[in-house]
């Protein structure tokens, strides 16, 4: 499939908040609970700035959002930081989109002084694909932490080293 002509920013907008909202239900991946958070990280950026911890990239099409990275350095950390959210509108899955967003958001990483990026996810079945998706775009796991979001629920953490960019 063809990528559809996408415009990348890191600005947020108050428009992002329901565009988020939209985005991450329409995967079918994540409980009402999680896609508040996904929200909530977007009003916290709008009110207080990406200062405070949260960044984005977002990927438009046709003046509209359909995926979206959130990132930020980990606290203690000097160069260290977290991809806390990825993720693509259901209807444009599977056309390059994600990986442009992660490649995007790494080179921000990296010019922001990064050095290496962890995503945690979880070991369903759902989310094979993911993990997938990960170890294609040269993540590695570092850890599995066993029964960590519930039983049978583990936890993989990936890691990449991005002072190669």
Request: glycine content about 8%; some cysteine; hydrophobic content about 35%.
């Amino acid at each position: 499939m063809k990528q559809p002509e996408i415009r990348f920013r890191e600005i947020v907008t108050n428009q992002d908040i329901e565009f988020v909202r939209e985005i991450v239900n329409s995967t079918g991946f994540f409980h009402d609970y999680e896609i508040n958070i996904a929200v909530e990280l977007v009003e916290e950026t709008i009110i207080k700035g990406s200062e405070e911890g949260y960044r984005f990239v977002f990927a438009d099409y046709k003046d509209k959002p359909i995926g979206y990275c959130c990132y930020g350095l980990i606290p203690c950390t000097k160069s260290s930081y977290d991809l806390y959210w990825i993720a693509v509108h259901n209807n444009y899955r599977g056309k390059g989109i994600g990986k442009a967003l992660l490649n995007k958001t790494e080179l921000a990483i990296k010019k922001l002084g990064g050095t290496a990026i962890f995503i945690e996810t979880s070991s369903k079945e759902l989310y094979k694909p993911t993990r997938q998706f990960y170890l294609n775009t040269g993540y590695v796991t570092e850890v599995v932490i066993k029964d960590f979001y519930d039983a049978g629920d583990d936890k993989y953490l990936f890691s990449k080293r991005i002072n190669e960019l």
